[in-house]
Structure formats: structure tokens, C-alpha cells
């Protein structure tokens, strides 16, 4: 077990913090005052690992906001200068946008998630479009990454996940084993990767069926060096 100095920042926990705690995870605390581990083990093994098999992350110290509009996608692809269409991601925006998906979700509805606090409150201040709220505090969030992604994803949903029905910067709402999720597709280079969004409630519940389900490919957790080496920019 190893946990950060205490500071004066007020201090975030994950719903999955004890899981992480009793997995001997080194601690740190990030800008915002998330407690998140930083590694399991060492990072570059961690790194190969989840490129061979697969790598567990949790993201849910990202901001994640709910947008509802008249017609979604076009009120966010102005955000983000280009066009989206429903089930997709919204990508490399301009300025504070570049840290920030958008997931069109449905004709009057998306989800923003992002660590730049510039772009939460860019979207605070333009909410005479449409109508915003903070749902960070309400859904946890998991990153299942690494060559055998797919396989454990498929094992867990009916969403069909084959690259050609659900290709990369694609989304959609799935029931992973009985909870019902957000579910990104986001690779990072070219390894496949789920960004997974659910009640924090289930946290716990979805990180237990996810290891489940990745036993037989030696599933670990990681943490922010290894995703970052992996090309992670929003830590």
C-alpha cells in the first residue's frame, strides 16, 4: 500500500479505491485532488502487458458532462469544428477541446468527459444553447485497453463489437452483464480500447466481471505512467 502526502486540497476518491488499495497500488494526487494510482507494478511492464493481453485503467476522475439540445449534434460539432452524426465521437477540438471526447449519444443528447477545466467551463458559459449538467460525481468510469480488449468486452455485452459493426470513435449505450453503460470506443494508436461509463454505484460490480471475464488473458489493472505511455493525453 502506498498513498500520497496528505495536502490541503480536498481530496477525490474513486468508487474502486479499495479494490485498488488492496492491489498494493502506489498513490498519487493529481491537480484536481483525485487519490489515483499511479502503478500496480512497474510501468513499462505493465505497458507490455496490456499491448499482449489486456490493461484495466480508471478514468473516473475525468469531468463528465451532460448536454441536451435540440439537435446535439450539430450544437457540438460547432463546439469542435467539424461534423458529427449520431453514435459517433468528437475528437481534437480547438483550444480546450483538444483535451475533450464528445459522445453523440442520441438526437438531443451527449457526453462530454475531459480533465481540462477550460473546457468545463467553456461549456458552463455557452449554456444558452443547451442545457448542461455535471454528472461527474454520478458515473464511474473504466478504460479496458489492450490486444484482447475485443474478446473480453464481447464475453460481457450483446453490443457487437466486431471491428466493422463498431469501429474506432464510435458510441453507444450497451448492458454490460446486467448494468447499463456508455460505451467508447477510443483506441490509442493502435491498440484497441472501451472507455466504459456507469453508475459509481456499480463500480465495484463492473471491475469485478471485467476481471472475471479477463482471467484467462492474465487481465491487470494499471496505472496513469503506464497509460500515458501508451499515449494517454488526458491525465
Known amino acids: 500500500?502506498?498513498?500520497?502526502?496528505l495536502t490541503l486540497k480536498?481530496?477525490?476518491?474513486?468508487?474502486?479505491?479499495h479494490k485498488q488499495l488492496s492491489l498494493n497500488a502506489k498513490f498519487v494526487q493529481d491537480k484536481n485532488g483525485w487519490i489515483r494510482p499511479e502503478r500496480f507494478n512497474d510501468p513499462n511492464e505493465e505497458k507490455t502487458r496490456t499491448e499482449q493481453t489486456i490493461g484495466i485503467y480508471d478514468i473516473s476522475y475525468l469531468?463528465?458532462?451532460?448536454?441536451k439540445s435540440d439537435d446535439v449534434a450539430e450544437t457540438t460539432s460547432e463546439l469542435f469544428g467539424h461534423p458529427s452524426s449520431i453514435g459517433t465521437l468528437l475528437v481534437n477540438g480547438p483550444g480546450p477541446f483538444n483535451e475533450a471526447i464528445c459522445a453523440i449519444l442520441s438526437n438531443d443528447e451527449a457526453i462530454f468527459v475531459t480533465n481540462s477545466s477550460e473546457a468545463v467551463s467553456k461549456l458552463s458559459a455557452a449554456a444558452g444553447?443547451?442545457?448542461s449538467t455535471d454528472i461527474s460525481s454520478v458515473l464511474g468510469g473504466l478504460y479496458v485497453?489492450?490486444?484482447?480488449s475485443r474478446t473480453v468486452l464481447s464475453k460481457l455485452t450483446e453490443l457487437n463489437v466486431n471491428p466493422e459493426a463498431f469501429p474506432n470513435l464510435r458510441a453507444t449505450y450497451a448492458s454490460l452483464h446486467h448494468v447499463q453503460c456508455i460505451v467508447l470506443r477510443f483506441d490509442l494508436r493502435d491498440l484497441t480500447g472501451y472507455q466504459i461509463y456507469f453508475e459509481r454505484a456499480y463500480g465495484e460490480y463492473v471491475w469485478d466481471i471485467i476481471f472475471h471475464a479477463g482471467r484467462e488473458f492474465d487481465a491487470i489493472p494499471i496505472g496513469s505512467s503506464t497509460i500515458?505511455?501508451?499515449g494517454?493525453?488526458?491525465g
Open 1 to 5: 500500500m502506498s498513498l500520497p502526502e
Open 10 to 17: 480536498p481530496q477525490k476518491l474513486s468508487s474502486l479505491f
Open 63 to 67: 469531468a463528465k458532462l451532460g448536454v
Open 129 to 131: 444553447k443547451y442545457q
Open 145 to 148: 485497453i489492450g490486444g484482447k
Open 228 to 230: 500515458e505511455l501508451l
Open 232 to 234: 494517454w493525453r488526458f
